[in-house]
């Protein structure tokens, strides 16, 4: 499960950095990467 | 607006051009209840406010009194629901006895089936928080038993009750004596 | 009796509506009083004409189960957390970990991110309870709060953000949350639904639709009401010149309190030593800041805030009396008589059906889904059939979701009112964001995810495990492709002419509607062109409901409301 959270963390961290207007490619990278922690320890709090 | 501070008459529209248009799905009700409004309702207000601490207070002191304490805990989250066949009486929905245990609310309870449960504890390893669900019912079969035997619950629920088969063997007796 | 509960359903109806409308102008608490004394009233004089005097003195009991408990218990039990943490220097321990984080390779917009999906993650049974304790801290980003870190548009958008994350978590929350009282039902089938069958459809569609409504504040939001929110930007004198940001310290009680509040999470999450109500081990982590953090028992009294507390209470006996005279059986039976109208059918039905809590928005999600699964259930095998059991789920968890994010936007002491009041907003600014969030995205998602994630073989050896996957993520990328080109040519389209942008707003509210509606046909029914059609209609109806039952503009009587005679 942790696949789809990690793919869709990094989908939602994209847009709200850009949201945020953090445009840069190094914040969008950053968004990203923080969208994916966000995503990975979301699914870790689930039940599998 | 204008220095004077004219109340505008009520139903127009408003003429500054720069209010913009509400955007669908947004909820401003709260715009009716800006403090300058209250003038001609103040006191009921506060008759309302008092109602809705009284109503909050009574649901907390009341299974206080009645010694079935345990009945506040409950989170209402009917994870208990998933008891399902386990329960070997057929209660389907044990959130429901335990709010009507909290507030003695007779119809309710006997409706569900409080009078058939047997108290075997199979719904109680559902819960969330492990509360004794046996002992919360037990305690309102008691209080159950009582008001009818002071006339308080109306016959017309009882006859219900019986002709649904929601009446255990336990109670019967009772309830066949009240209604007769 | 059979016409008391639509008598007062309807008195219910035309009192909320009024009062949106403005032809009563108190606040909606004595409205929802007024409701419950009312609906008591007519059901004492029904119950007395058929079941005589005992009846009706037994009602007072029965309205007075409508009262969930927990849920106010939670929210007073989170402002006394937040108020020791403020009161020790927490949210100061806070920063100086941020700031950390900042410098970490995540960087700031990375810790944002981590920051707004923070709720879910930790998916406590109330969101009130973080929002209360994290609310003031993100406030500290901009201008006024000292960090400075954040522009006036930026705090918008991470507030607005944060606070949608949170008025949602109660919902895959496993400790008394509100996805618990489907999964209850669903028990009845899937043998482990009640270890959260829910939790992933919802984490998943709360994540995307946070991301949807940061961008709806942005785009859309900001652009119309520019004025609405009275935050203030730096100095241009100020932000020309690189700001300086603050040097933060924090008291060594501070780092303690934030230790104990993360571990009172924790403990109530994980629940290592027992099962126990979360109220308890909150509770028992505010005293202990009081011994260990020298704070005062009156630091932790002024976090609280009472009007959510009683609109809460407010809303919970309106619903009590109406369910003690039957007048969410009404509800069911004309949702039901949907069925058999002929461009509705059970798709179109459904579609308006899952919206439902967003169409009535509570301050407490719990108010309306405590009434309303039930009736859900009976559509499936358990009584009318019109579902199978795997059908009934995907519908639940499209349901639920859209019911644990009522009280974002809800005018009555809901949640989301707390984001407002955080960034200095007119109530209902972000208002329009969550619903649309809730509408277009959340509930399509949830019900696309328990399709072909959580209900096929779950197993990463098993062909089909990749197929979904592969599935779920073309519908994730679909579904918020198509609302953020929503958004974005909204936000072109925009001009000075305020008619010209709400027929925009419109347009845009009613196609987000359809487009979720067709989305549930299709994950229900799969495909079925008479169903998606139907449900595109019933997602067209929903959105309309949700959508214009506010007033088009604000009129004179709401002016004379704002400017009306001091007291």
Request: proline share 5%; charged share 10%; hydrophobic share 55%.
């Given at each position: 499960?942790?696949?789809?959270?990690?793919?869709?963390?990094?989908?939602?961290?994209?847009?709200?950095?850009?949201?945020?207007?953090?445009?840069?490619?190094?914040?969008?990278?950053?968004?990203?990467?923080?969208?994916?922690?966000?995503?990975?320890?979301?699914?870790?709090?689930?039940?599998? | 607006?204008?220095?004077?501070?004219?109340?505008?008459?009520?139903?127009?529209?408003?003429?500054?051009?720069?209010?913009?248009?509400?955007?669908?799905?947004?909820?401003?009700?709260?715009?009716?209840?800006?403090?300058?409004?209250?003038?001609?309702?103040?006191?009921?207000?506060?008759?309302?406010?008092?109602?809705?601490?009284?109503?909050?207070?009574?649901?907390?002191?009341?299974?206080?009194?009645?010694?079935?304490?345990?009945?506040?805990?409950?989170?209402?989250?009917?994870?208990?629901?998933?008891?399902?066949?386990?329960?070997?009486?057929?209660?389907?929905?044990?959130?429901?006895?335990?709010?009507?245990?909290?507030?003695?609310?007779?119809?309710?309870?006997?409706?569900?089936?409080?009078?058939?449960?047997?108290?075997?504890?199979?719904?109680?390893?559902?819960?969330?928080?492990?509360?004794?669900?046996?002992?919360?019912?037990?305690?309102?079969?008691?209080?159950t038993r009582r008001a009818m035997v002071n006339g308080v619950i109306p016959k017309d629920i009882l006859r219900r009750a019986l002709s649904q088969g929601l009446v255990g063997k336990e109670y019967i007796d009772d309830v066949a004596k009240t209604v007769a | 009796m059979e016409y008391l509960g639509y008598i007062n359903l309807g008195?219910?109806?035309?009192?909320?509506?009024?009062?949106?409308?403005?032809?009563?102008?108190?606040?909606?608490?004595?409205?929802?009083?007024?409701?419950?004394?009312?609906?008591?009233?007519?059901?004492?004089?029904?119950?007395?004409?058929?079941?005589?005097?005992?009846?009706?003195?037994?009602?007072?009991?029965?309205?007075?189960?409508?009262?969930?408990?927990?849920?106010?218990?939670?929210?007073?039990?989170?402002?006394?957390?937040?108020?020791?943490?403020?009161?020790?220097?927490?949210?100061?321990?806070?920063?100086?970990?941020?700031?950390?984080?900042?410098?970490?390779?995540?960087?700031?917009?990375?810790?944002?991110?981590?920051?707004?999906?923070?709720?879910?993650?930790?998916?406590?049974?109330?969101?009130?309870?973080?929002?209360?304790?994290?609310?003031?801290?993100?406030?500290?980003?901009?201008?006024?709060?000292?960090?400075?870190?954040?522009?006036?548009?930026?705090?918008?958008?991470?507030?607005?953000?944060?606070?949608?994350?949170?008025?949602?978590?109660?919902?895959?929350?496993?400790?008394?949350?509100?996805?618990?009282?489907?999964?209850?039902?669903?028990?009845?089938?899937?043998?482990?639904?009640?270890?959260?069958?829910?939790?992933?459809?919802?984490?998943?569609?709360?994540?995307?639709?946070?991301?949807?409504?940061?961008?709806?504040?942005?785009?859309?939001?900001?652009?119309?009401?520019?004025?609405?929110?009275?935050?203030?930007?730096?100095?241009?004198?100020?932000?020309?010149?690189?700001?300086?940001?603050?040097?933060?310290?924090?008291?060594?009680?501070?780092?303690?309190?934030?230790?104990?509040?993360?571990?009172?999470?924790?403990?109530?999450?994980?629940?290592?030593?027992?099962?126990?109500?979360?109220?308890?081990?909150?509770?028992?982590?505010?005293?202990?800041?009081?011994?260990?953090?020298?704070?005062?028992?009156?630091?932790?009294?002024?976090?609280?805030?009472?009007?959510?507390?009683?609109?809460?209470?407010?809303?919970?006996?309106?619903?009590?009396?109406?369910?003690?005279?039957?007048?969410?059986?009404?509800?069911?039976?004309?949702?039901?008589?949907?069925?058999?109208?002929?461009?509705?059918?059970?798709?179109?039905?459904?579609?308006?059906?899952?919206?439902?809590?967003?169409?009535?928005?509570?301050?407490?999600?719990?108010?309306?889904?405590?009434?309303?699964?039930?009736?859900?259930?009976?559509?499936?095998?358990?009584?009318?059939?019109?579902?199978?059991?795997?059908?009934?789920?995907?519908?639940?968890?499209?349901?639920?979701?859209?019911?644990?994010?009522?009280?974002?936007?809800s005018p009555l002491g809901g949640g989301g009112m707390m984001g407002e009041g955080t960034m200095r907003a007119e109530t209902g600014f972000i208002k329009g964001a969550y619903t649309f969030a809730s509408m277009a995205i959340m509930a399509p998602m949830a019900a696309i995810f328990m399709k072909f994630l959580n209900l096929s073989i779950f197993q990463p050896s098993d062909p089909r495990f990749l197929q979904d996957i592969k599935m779920i993520a073309a519908f994730a990328i679909l579904i918020a492709g198509v609302n953020?080109?929503?958004?974005?040519?909204?936000?072109?389209?925009?001009?000075?002419?305020?008619?010209?942008?709400?027929?925009?707003?419109?347009?845009?509210?009613?196609?987000?509607?359809?487009?979720?509606?067709?989305?549930?046909?299709?994950?229900?029914?799969?495909?079925?062109?008479?169903?998606?059609?139907?449900?595109?209609?019933?997602?067209?109806?929903?959105?309309?409901?949700?959508?214009?039952?506010?007033?088009?503009?604000?009129?004179?009587?709401?002016?004379?409301?704002?400017?009306?005679?001091?007291?």
């Open positions: 499960m942790w696949i789809v959270f990690a793919f869709v963390g990094i989908l939602s961290g994209v847009i709200i950095a850009w949201a945020l207007d953090m445009n840069s490619p190094k914040e969008i990278f950053q968004g990203a990467l923080g969208g994916l922690i966000a995503g990975i320890l979301m699914s870790a709090m689930l039940p599998h | 607006m204008s220095d004077k501070k004219e109340t505008p008459k009520i139903g127009e529209k408003r003429k500054d051009s720069n209010q913009p248009l509400i955007l669908p799905g947004i909820h401003r009700y709260q715009f009716f209840t800006n403090l300058k409004d209250r003038g001609w309702t103040i006191n009921l207000d506060r008759v309302a406010l008092f109602g809705i601490v009284a109503a909050m207070l009574s649901v907390v002191i009341k299974p206080l009194l009645r010694w079935n304490p345990a009945t506040i805990y409950c989170y209402e989250c009917r994870a208990c629901y998933a008891t399902q066949d386990r329960c070997p009486v057929g209660i389907t929905l044990q959130a429901e006895l335990v709010v009507a245990a909290r507030v003695l609310d007779y119809d309710r309870f006997i409706r569900n089936g409080g009078l058939k449960c047997i108290r075997c504890g199979n719904c109680q390893s559902y819960c969330v928080q492990y509360l004794p669900l046996p002992e919360m019912f037990s305690v309102m079969q008691q209080e | 008195i219910f109806l035309a009192l909320m509506l009024s009062t949106l409308f403005g032809y009563i102008r108190t606040p909606v608490q004595t409205v929802l009083v007024i409701s419950t004394i009312l609906c008591l009233i007519v059901g004492a004089i029904f119950k007395y004409a058929a079941y005589g005097i005992d009846a009706v003195l037994l009602m007072p009991n029965e309205f007075l189960g409508g009262i969930i408990l927990h849920p106010i218990t939670a929210l007073l039990t989170g402002l006394f957390l937040a108020g020791g943490l403020k009161a020790s220097g927490g949210f100061d321990a806070l920063k100086v970990l941020l700031r950390f984080l900042r410098r970490s390779p995540i960087g700031l917009v990375g810790t944002l991110v981590i920051l707004i999906n923070l709720p879910v993650i930790s998916s406590l049974p109330c969101g009130r309870i973080l929002a209360a304790a994290l609310l003031p801290l993100l406030f500290t980003f901009g201008f006024e709060g000292g960090l400075g870190i954040l522009t006036k548009s930026q705090l918008i958008v991470l507030i607005g953000a944060f606070t949608r994350n949170a008025m949602g978590s109660c919902g895959p929350s496993p400790i008394g949350g509100v996805g618990q009282i489907a999964e209850g039902f669903l028990g009845s089938f899937f043998a482990t639904a009640s270890d959260g069958i829910l939790r992933a459809p919802q984490a998943f569609s709360l994540m995307l639709g946070t991301a949807v409504v940061a961008l709806f504040l942005k785009l859309i939001s900001q652009k119309i009401y520019p004025n609405d929110v009275s935050l203030r930007e730096a100095p241009d004198a100020m932000a020309a010149q690189k700001f300086a940001e603050p040097e933060i310290k924090a008291p060594i009680e501070g780092y303690l309190a934030l230790v104990i509040f993360v571990i009172s999470l924790l403990t109530a999450i994980f629940q290592p030593l027992g099962k126990m109500p979360v109220q308890s081990v909150l509770v028992a982590g505010a005293l202990l800041m009081v011994i260990v953090c020298r704070i005062r028992l009156n630091d932790l009294l002024e976090g609280i805030i009472l009007l959510p507390v009683t609109a809460m209470a407010a809303g919970f006996l309106a619903a009590g009396a109406l369910a003690a005279t039957d007048g969410f059986k009404a509800l069911g039976q004309i949702l039901n008589s949907l069925v058999g109208v002929q461009f509705l059918g059970v798709a179109g039905m459904l579609a308006i059906f899952v919206q439902f809590q967003t169409i009535l928005p509570l301050s407490c999600a719990r108010i309306l889904t405590a009434a309303l699964v039930p009736v859900l259930y009976l559509f499936g095998p358990a009584q009318f059939d019109f579902l199978n059991w795997s059908q009934l789920a995907i519908v639940m968890a499209a349901y639920i979701i859209n019911a644990t994010t009522s009280c974002g936007p953020i080109l929503l958004l974005v040519a909204g936000s072109k389209l925009f001009n000075k002419e305020s008619p010209n942008n709400y027929y925009i707003q419109v347009f845009g509210f009613l196609l987000g509607g359809s487009i979720s509606g067709a989305i549930l046909a299709f994950a229900v029914f799969e495909i079925d062109a008479v169903k998606i059609a139907q449900g595109a209609v019933g997602g067209f109806i929903a959105a309309a409901l949700i959508g214009f039952m506010v007033p088009r503009s604000l009129s004179k009587r709401m002016t004379s409301t704002l400017s009306g005679p001091e007291l």
